[in-house]
């Protein structure tokens, strides 16, 4: 009986060490872990301008990353593999050793870019251990995709299908504060959209005309699609006209508190009779320090020199990684 009891103890045991193994997180402490791990504040800041989980199918420059996830993780996959294999793609985009070949023939293969190998190891190991958001198209889109590849598909071209259609979400309906972030997001994905779409293309130089020329126009189109005001203000403005008011001044502060703090930030709703406005962080990652950070260090010389003649008064250089670079300013009716 003694050799029984002692028998089920180390079954139990090794029971436990196995579990634990495949999964560190208990169910209990699993959302906690989720946001404080540090690869998802970066998975948000680098990724999401072009992966974001708030963007349409029509209006996505990349697939979401709850794709990325599905394409190269199986029930045979370790973190470690995964890991490597993410550092391996960020490290040499390429074509022919894409496992997702539906989106290199949409998008075109992403531009290389230079991370440091922490952050895409935090990013990978969020990727890997957390359920992460998505699209609420993405479900069927994936079902439908991997039906088509078993042959069980209904037959019609999956692109085309993509092109006609439209997910509609009715974003009166969310809370202030959610409403307010959605509209922000939404007209972020459609800038990074056309910018991602400039430097693949043509190169940052070009990409600066971009912005020169389309930024505030797209902007305006999305205010008038969410029937909103909708702006993007700093304190080190490039262009004038996003001079940040004193009001403005001291939310950006606060929000660099916030992101100093290693803070989850959260959508600032200020009530007023018949409308609402909403303030969030705009902050920077690898991609906008092309164009925002360091002279010579991360702006090279001739993008610097493109700055000055687009833009004479500008004051939008100096930022370093997840630094807060101004805030979006929503305002709607109730």
Not at 50 to 59: D, R
Not at 116 to 125: D, G, H, L, R, Y
Not at 187 to 195: D, E, F, Q, R, W
Not at 306 to 331: C, F, H, Q
């Amino acid at each position: 009986m003694k050799n029984s009891l002692l028998l089920l103890v180390l079954v139990v045991f090794l029971v436990s060490c196995n579990s634990n193994k495949k999964d560190p997180y208990s169910a209990a402490n699993k959302e906690v872990a989720a946001k404080e791990h540090p690869g998802k504040k970066l998975m948000e800041t680098n990724c999401n301008i072009c992966h974001s989980p708030a963007a349409t199918q029509q209006n996505r420059i990349g697939p979401p990353m709850i794709a990325i996830k599905r394409h190269y993780i199986d029930s045979g996959t370790t973190k470690e593999e995964f890991v490597s294999a993410i550092q391996a793609w960020i490290k040499n985009p390429n074509a022919k050793d894409a496992k997702m070949f539906g989106a290199v023939k949409r998008f075109g293969v992403m531009p290389k870019q230079a991370y440091p190998e922490k952050t895409i190891e935090q990013i990978s190991e969020y990727l890997y251990d957390f359920e992460i958001e998505q699209p609420d198209w993405f479900e069927a889109h994936y079902n439908e995709e991997m039906g088509n590849r078993k042959g069980t598909g209904n037959g019609k071209a999956m692109q085309n299908k993509e092109n006609k259609q439209q997910v509609e979400v009715n974003f009166e309906d969310l809370p202030y504060g959610e409403r307010g972030l959605k509209y922000a997001l939404t007209t972020k994905v459609v800038l990074g959209k056309n910018l991602m779409g400039t430097i693949q293309q043509k190169g940052v130089l070009e990409a600066l005309k971009f912005c020169n020329v389309q930024a505030y126009p797209l902007t305006d189109s999305m205010a008038v699609v969410h029937d909103a005001k909708i702006k993007r203000v700093s304190e080190q403005p490039r262009n004038p006209n996003n001079k940040a008011n004193r009001e403005e001044l001291k939310y950006i502060e606060d929000f660099k508190q916030t992101i100093a703090n290693n803070e989850e930030p959260k959508p600032l709703v200020k009530e007023f009779d018949n409308n609402v406005k909403v303030y969030y962080p705009i902050t920077t990652n690898t991609m906008c320090l092309q164009c925002h950070g360091k002279p010579n260090e991360t702006i090279d010389k001739l993008t610097l020199t493109k700055i000055k003649t687009l833009y004479p008064m500008d004051k939008a250089i100096g930022y370093g990684e997840n630094e807060v670079r101004g805030i979006w300013s929503i305002s709607f009716d109730k």
